[in-house]
Each structure stands twice: as structure tokens, then as C-alpha cells.
């Protein structure tokens, strides 16, 4: 088994996701950190799953007690047949396939201070006040790093203390800040003007440090100089002799404390609430906390992001019943010696039958796929008579394993949803599952129909990008049904619920589109390595994708000039016929865009040049005056292109490539120089084709590919950005940032993932039990970073009220006036007819052949009358 430490390599196929968000040094840091987790029920497991997966150096659980019924419904390395065996024995086993680079120990003696000051990280769950203080003062007067979790039911906790002596290395994750200088002033104000093309961003409190002034050259390099910028809830339970005995204690506690930790306002309702739901353990509520509480044993262990400052509480009191009065028995939520005793507790049998009758289609079985369908094994979702239909075309890979926690190495090439399906039956053999490997879209609608979406109870979306998202909103909205929306990006994520007829739809709003870089900065002027990346993939596309793309190239008759140039290059003079030929064209090519290109942009816009109104110089600015490269076989940059493109090249015309770099050295000594094709031989090109009617030939596109280190997509991506880069004077970057811009590569880290969906569930619960009011439902927003959380209601559901109706719409931005017309008299003859209270719903679809916008598929535009 592989250790990790000071001497070990990070396994970037394995944490490349993960590497995103935290870094290299942050897990160098993290590799050298032994962790003890106590406490093996639901949420230990879940710490210790995400701590795991993160990679630290080792991971030992601690467990005294024995599994029970109640534990089933959140620990979910727990199976019926473990029932009176120790809780960290059995979950050793199955915690450590999920990591080979991270050794599991099992531990079930007492936590003695000789056992505990072997760890630099100590995490308590389900542990007593007076433990907490004895670990505390312990790790304290140690320096160890403590964290102490805790969840009862709906509520949950966590404490951190990381000692006086902790150092936090980088407050958010976020990439410094950048801007170009137009202007500073000499003056004792100090004035600095950046260039309007955008929002510079910076906050007045900030330390900035400057580089490449011209005329105030003594600003570079300077030390950072700090900047002014002038431009609740639910109903109460029966348990009323536990809830009033808690009351007391509380009221105990808060009399004897002095100064603001003590409470004026003493809220007696949640307390209560408190006392009833407190035997509860709940599954979502253990994703959410154990997410973060991951998260800071990372922040302990790297330094990197903010620790919480010192305690979080959280609760999700409305979660439980709407109605003012509706009150639980104690029989209701009674052990029932059942895999769901913890979540009885808490909401009773009612709730619990309602869930295994739940039909739900789950989208995507990626990292927040796996993380839904653990949930919902947890809390009994189709355990029953319903069905979770989960589908995803993608089949496992290696950089998977590192987040999507449901596969394992032996699964790599296997289908997701299948392998998803599988795992989790293994969890909770009650729920009912199916794995489908279908893209959902147009071309499935067959499969997915208004049979299948009728028979739905809800969709939950595990999707990686918007356009899928919004097809799947607009099908949730016609055929009326529940979505769960979620996403991620590194330590940032999501949390939607949509809800027909009370919520606005996903796609009623949208972020901003990606900011685009111009061609003519692409071209000619870059001034920073997100453009020369950009350039480089550009260059990918159009030389080894595009023009082979069109396997097969028909002459028929007369063509324009530029095609058949097109045709003779891929067939006559760019046309490899040996490996050596391949070097020769890729050595030609370097000449031409890095040393001719540049030449001969210098030639139209001088060094020297000025603009003829203002007088100013052409190069200044965001305009950097590049210069041309020389090639030399001894520059390992110029040699990793040649290599890299040579290969590419070889493999369009599906000849056999070489990594032989002595060998592209003699062969590059062998050329004569670079070779051009004459201009004025254009007229001969008709004569030297094939004169057949129609000539065939076949060339191989290449599809990049950024995660295989051995097709020389990425060496060429990155030769070919710093190149350029070079020509610019612009800093290069390495391996890993250009795979991060060029790869468009989202950042991903286990323990965001665990926590919105942790969310996301409790959002499920709410839905099941029928919930109709607006402000029972929480859009959510984290990130785990800073740490920030922010909570908020849903958006109302868009409605116009015609006569006696509510009319309801979503399509109302594409609709054609001929539509929006018929629509109106529709509504107003039905008013008209005074149905009134009579008619619960009439939905009707309106034909739209005249969208406004051609990109969006809308056949139909339903609307319902309420």
C-alpha cells in the first residue's frame, strides 16, 4: 500500500480535481497529518469518508459502542448483519478501500493522553460535554488541532479550536487579483488609474504590489502596499416531560453564566423542540456537517482557507410539519428495531411511508450523484413501492475516485450508473433502483415520455453543465414536477428546489455568459496566459481536429482556389509519408508562428509606432510588443513542441509516432531549413491533382483529451502557450494551470459535494411531506472557503390572475405574440364561464412555431389555470 508523505508524489490522476481547489503545498501539508476520528455513527463515518478521500496521511476511527438500529439510518458503512458488533471495527474495512494512499486504523480503547497526542488533528462526534473538555484542554496545552461535531435530529454543531499558534496561508483560495495600469500620478496622492475595459475589483484595504511600471520603475517589485479604492419554526412534539426537563437545565445553565454569554431572551419553544427531535440521526443533516467538518481538518492540517471562527450552529426546523398544532404521539416515533429508527425519531411512520413510496429520476451518477443516491438509500427513498431510475452515460475514470465515493479502482471503465446502483443496494438492499445509460435531450424523449414523467414524483439533477440543467427544468415545468438543483465549484456550492406553482423555474434566471476574449487579443495582442492558452487550444482544433474532420474531400468540377490549396497541402505538400516528414512539418510550423507570424506583425506595427490623432504609442497599454524567437534543438521548450506537434501530426495521417528525442534531434540537424510553399504555383494546382471525378482521402481528427499524460495533447498545449507567451513577455505558466484553463477543468473537493447535498435532501423531506408555503423551502449558497453560508426563499412562481384564475407560466420569454394572444382569450372565455372553485386545474398547450429565438427548442408552451 502506498503512504503518503514528505517523499511522496501526489498522484495527480487521483487528486487533479482536488489539486484545483487546494493546491500542491496544501497537500504536501496534508499528506503529513495523522487524524483520529471518534465516534463511528452517521456522522463520524461521514467525517472520516470525506477526510479520507482528501488524502491525509493516515486516518484511525475510534469507537467503544456497538451498532444499533438507530444507526442504520445514517451510517452507511453499517449493514443489518453488523447489528452488536463495534462500530469502528466494521467500518474500517469498508473506509479504507476508499483510499489506498491512506492507511485506516481501527481503535476501541480509551482515549488516553499518551493515544491522543500521536495525532496533529483530533475530531470528536458523539461524545459527552465532559470529554469534550477533557480532549480539549488536552489538545490545547498540546498544540493539537481539536474539532468537536456534533447532530441531534435537525440541529447540529461544530467547534473548532486549532491552538494560538495556527497559520492560515490563504484566507479564501481565490486567485490574486490583477489589473492593467493606465496611469499613476506623481503627486503625494498617489493616484493609480487602471484601464476601463473592467471592473477592477478591488476593495479599499487591500495590499496590492506593482510589476512592469515604465518610469516609475522604482514601484516594481515593491513591498505590498495597502490600496484606498476612490472609484423557525414548526410545531412542538409530545415529549413534553423531556422538553420541560431540558427547559430547566437550560435555564440553569444560562442563569449562572455573566456578561454576552448570557441570553436575555430565553426562547423556550427551541429548546423544546430541541428535547424532541434531539434522539433523531438523520442522514442529510449529517452530510451537511460532516462536509464541513472535513473541510476544517483540512484547514488544520494545510493552512489553507479560513477555519471557522469558533462555533457553528445550524438547524432545519422547518423541515418538520407547516400546520400550527399538528403534534406527533410518542408511539409514532417509537423504535420500531427498523433501519430507520433515527429518522422515526424524529418525523414519525407517517413520513417514512410516504418516502418508500417515492418514484424519483436522478440525472447524473457523477460526485453529487453518488452523494444523492447514499441519502437516499439512508433515508428509505423507494424502499418500498417506488423507484429511483438513475441514468448517466459516462463511464468511470481514475480522476473520479477522489470524490465520487461509490466507485472503486477496480470499477475504472465500468458504467457509472450501474456501478452507483450496485453500491448503493449494498447499503440499503430495500431501496429499489434502476441504472440507465441514456443522455437525456432531445433524441431520448422516446425513452423518457409522458408516460415515464407522469409517473414521476420529483427529478433531482446531478449535472455538469447549464444546457442539460435547463432541458431538464423545461420538462420539469411542463409536466409539472418537483427539482432538486445543485452545483459545485470547489469549496462553492448551490442549492435550488423549484417547486410547480410556488417557485420560479431554474431557468427563470441565469449567471451572467463566460466572459470572452476578443480574436484580435487572441490574434495578435495577448497580455496574459489565459489568452496564450486559448491560442494554443485554438491551434489544437485547427490543425489536428478540424481539417481531418471532413474525412472525405469530394472534387467534382470547378473549386475555389483556396480549396484546392486546402486539398493539395493535406495531400501533396504537407502530406507526411514517413515520421521524419512529421518533424520536418512541425519544426516548419514553429518557424511560421513563432518567429515569421511575429516578424511580420512587427514589420505592419512597428516598435516605434504611434497613433497618428493622439500621438500616443501603438504599443502601450494592454498591447505588449512581442518579439521573435530563434529555434535551438538545446531550448527544451522548442523541443517539447516539435515533439508534441510531430506526434499529433503523425497520428492524423495515422502513421506511427516516436518519443525518441535524440532521434528528432538528428533529424532536425538534417534540415535544410524551413520550407514554404510558392504563391505563384497556385495556378498549376488543378494540374497536379488527381484528375479522377472523385478523389478520396481519409485523415484521423484527434479529439483533445486533457487527462491522458502520454497523448501529447497537453505537452503541445503547453509548448505551444509559453512559446507565445515567450514571444509576448508575458510569464509562463506549468502543467497543471494550463490543463486547469485549457481544460476548462472544474475544481472539486468530497467534502462540498457531502454538504449540498446534504442540503438538497432535507429540501426532498419537505417536498415529500407536501409542504405549500414559500418560506418553508431555502435556496442555499456556501462556501466552505471562507467560511460563508447564506440561506434564502425561493423566487414566487411568475402568475397573472385572469377573472377567477392564477394563470402560471414558464415559456413567456419565447413566446410569439400569435401564442401570447391566444393564450389571453383562452384564459378570459374560461373566466368567463365562472367555473370558480369548482375547477382545480386546466392545462392547455399553445403550438409555437414562431420562437424568437431560434437556439431554443420549445415545441410546446404549456400553462395551468388554477
Known amino acids: 500500500m502506498a503512504k503518503n508523505g514528505n517523499d511522496a508524489e501526489i498522484d495527480e490522476g487521483l487528486y487533479s480535481r482536488q489539486l484545483y481547489v487546494l493546491g500542491h503545498e496544501a497537500m504536501k501539508r496534508m499528506q503529513n497529518s495523522n487524524v483520529l476520528i471518534s465516534g463511528m455513527r452517521g456522522l463520524g463515518v461521514e467525517i472520516a469518508k470525506n477526510v479520507i478521500l482528501g488524502g491525509v496521511r493516515s486516518v484511525t476511527v475510534h469507537d467503544q459502542g456497538v451498532a444499533e438500529w438507530r444507526d442504520l439510518s445514517s451510517q452507511f458503512y453499517l449493514r443489518e448483519e453488523d447489528l452488536g458488533k463495534n462500530r469502528a471495527e466494521v467500518s474500517q474495512t469498508r473506509l479504507a478501500e476508499l483510499n489506498n494512499y491512506v492507511p485506516v486504523t481501527a481503535y476501541t480503547g480509551a482515549l488516553t493522553e499518551d493515544y491522543i497526542t500521536k495525532f496533529q488533528v483530533v475530531v470528536l462526534t458523539n461524545s459527552s460535554l465532559e470529554e469534550q473538555q477533557h480532549v480539549g484542554e488536552l489538545c490545547h496545552s498540546r498544540g493539537l488541532k481539536l474539532i468537536v461535531a456534533d447532530t441531534r435530529g435537525l440541529f447540529g454543531q461544530l467547534f473548532c479550536d486549532f491552538g494560538e499558534e495556527m497559520v492560515v496561508y490563504d484566507t479564501n483560495g481565490e486567485q490574486p487579483l490583477s489589473a492593467m495600469i493606465s496611469m499613476i500620478t506623481k503627486d503625494s496622492a498617489g493616484v493609480v488609474t487602471c484601464l476601463d475595459e473592467a471592473r477592477h475589483g478591488f476593495e479599499s484595504g487591500d495590499y496590492v504590489t ?11 517589485g515593491c513591498q505590498p502596499v495597502e490600496i484606498k479604492v476612490l472609484g423557525k419554526i414548526c410545531d412542538l412534539r409530545v415529549f413534553q ?39 433523531g440521526d438523520l442522514a442529510p443533516v449529517n452530510a451537511f456537517i460532516g462536509g464541513l467538518a472535513a473541510q476544517e481538518v483540512m484547514k488544520a492540517c494545510t493552512g489553507k482557507f479560513m477555519p471557522i471562527m469558533q462555533w457553528l450552529y445550524f438547524d432545519a426546523l422547518e423541515c418538520l410539519a407547516e400546520e400550527e398544532g399538528v403534534v406527533l404521539t410518542e408511539e409514532e416515533c417509537a423504535p420500531r428495531n427498523c433501519r430507520y429508527d433515527g429518522q422515526i425519531a424524529v418525523f ?24 444523492l443516491l447514499k441519502n437516499f438509500a439512508m433515508i428509505g427513498l423507494a424502499g418500498g413501492e ?35 446502483a450496485a453500491a448503493v443496494k449494498q447499503m440499503n438492499p430495500s431501496i429499489r433502483i434502476t441504472g440507465h445509460q441514456n443522455r437525456v435531450g432531445p433524441d431520448t424523449e422516446r425513452v423518457y415520455d409522458d408516460d415515464f414523467f407522469e409517473s414521476l414524483d420529483g427529478v433531482a439533477n446531478a449535472l455538469d453543465n447549464v444546457d442539460a440543467r435547463m432541458y431538464m427544468d423545461r420538462r420539469c415545468v411542463y409536466y409539472r414536477k418537483p427539482l432538486l438543483e445543485s452545483g459545485t465549484l470547489g469549496t462553492k456550492g448551490n442549492v435550488q428546489v423549484v417547486i410547480p406553482f410556488l417557485t420560479e423555474s431554474y431557468s427563470s434566471s441565469q449567471d451572467p455568459p463566460e466572459k470572452s476574449i476578443p480574436i484580435c487579443t487572441l490574434k495578435n495582442f495577448p497580455n496574459a496566459i489565459e489568452h496564450t492558452l486559448q491560442w494554443a487550444r485554438d491551434e489544437f482544433e485547427g490543425l489536428f481536429k478540424q481539417p481531418p474532420e471532413n474525412r472525405t474531400l469530394k472534387l467534382p468540377g470547378a473549386q475555389p482556389v483556396e480549396v484546392l490549396e486546402a486539398v493539395y497541402k493535406s495531400i501533396v505538400t504537407d502530406c507526411p509519408h514517413s515520421w521524419a516528414d512529421c518533424v520536418a512539418w512541425a519544426r516548419n510550423h514553429w518557424q511560421c508562428q513563432y518567429n515569421n507570424n511575429i516578424r511580420q506583425l512587427l514589420h505592419n506595427f512597428p516598435p516605434e509606432q504611434v497613433h497618428i490623432d493622439s500621438g500616443a504609442p501603438f504599443w502601450s497599454g494592454p498591447k505588449r510588443c512581442p518579439h521573435a524567437l530563434d529555434f535551438s534543438t538545446s531550448n527544451e521548450l522548442h523541443m517539447d513542441y516539435v515533439m508534441a506537434a510531430a506526434n499529433l501530426y503523425a497520428q492524423t495521417y495515422g502513421l506511427p509516432g516516436s518519443s525518441d528525442r535524440a532521434g528528432v534531434i538528428k533529424i532536425l540537424h538534417m534540415l535544410n531549413g524551413p520550407l514554404f510553399i510558392d504563391d505563384s504555383r497556385l495556378e498549376e494546382l488543378k494540374t497536379q491533382l488527381p484528375s479522377a471525378e472523385t478523389f478520396q482521402f481519409k485523415l484521423c481528427p484527434i479529439d483533445f483529451e486533457k487527462d491522458d499524460d502520454t497523448n501529447f495533447h497537453m505537452d503541445f498545449i503547453v509548448a505551444a502557450s509559453n512559446l507565445r507567451a515567450e514571444n509576448y513577455d508575458i510569464p509562463p505558466t506549468d502543467r497543471h494551470k494550463s490543463k486547469l484553463i485549457a481544460g476548462k477543468i472544474i475544481p472539486a473537493i468530497a467534502t462540498t459535494t457531502a454538504a449540498v447535498v446534504g442540503l438538497v435532501c432535507l429540501e426532498l423531506i419537505k417536498i415529500v411531506q407536501g409542504h405549500k408555503k414559500l418560506e418553508t423551502y431555502k435556496n442555499g449558497f456556501m462556501n466552505l472557503a471562507l467560511p460563508f453560508f447564506a440561506f434564502s426563499e425561493p423566487i414566487a412562481a411568475p402568475r397573472h390572475k385572469v377573472g377567477h384564475f392564477y394563470v402560471y407560466h414558464c415559456f413567456d420569454v419565447h413566446m410569439c405574440p400569435r401564442c401570447r394572444k391566444m393564450m389571453t382569450e383562452i384564459v378570459t372565455k374560461v373566466s368567463k364561464k365562472k367555473l370558480g372553485k369548482h375547477v382545480k386545474a386546466l392545462v392547455f398547450e399553445l403550438c409555437c412555431n414562431d420562437l424568437s429565438d431560434e437556439d431554443v427548442e420549445v415545441p410546446y408552451v404549456r400553462y395551468t389555470i388554477r
Do not use: H, W
Open 386 to 420: 417506488g423507484e429511483v431510475i438513475v441514468t448517466d452515460m459516462d463511464t468511470i475514470e481514475k480522476s473520479n475516485l477522489n470524490r465520487q465515493f461509490l466507485f472503486r479502482p477496480s470499477d475504472v471503465t465500468k458504467m457509472k450508473s450501474d456501478t452507483a
Open 348 to 371: 414519525g411512520t407517517k413520513l417514512q411511508d410516504l418516502l418508500g413510496k417515492q418514484r424519483y429520476f436522478l440525472v447524473g451518477a457523477g460526485a453529487i450523484g453518488c452523494e
Open 210 to 220: 506593482f510589476t512592469e511600471v515604465q518610469g516609475m520603475t522604482e514601484l516594481n
Open 241 to 279: 416531560a423531556d422538553g420541560e426537563e431540558l427547559l430547566t437545565l437550560a435555564k440553569e445553565v444560562n442563569s449562572a453564566l455573566t456578561g454576552s454569554a448570557k441570553v436575555e431572551q430565553f426562547d423556550e419553544a427551541l429548546i423544546k423542540k430541541l428535547s424532541f427531535v434531539a434522539a
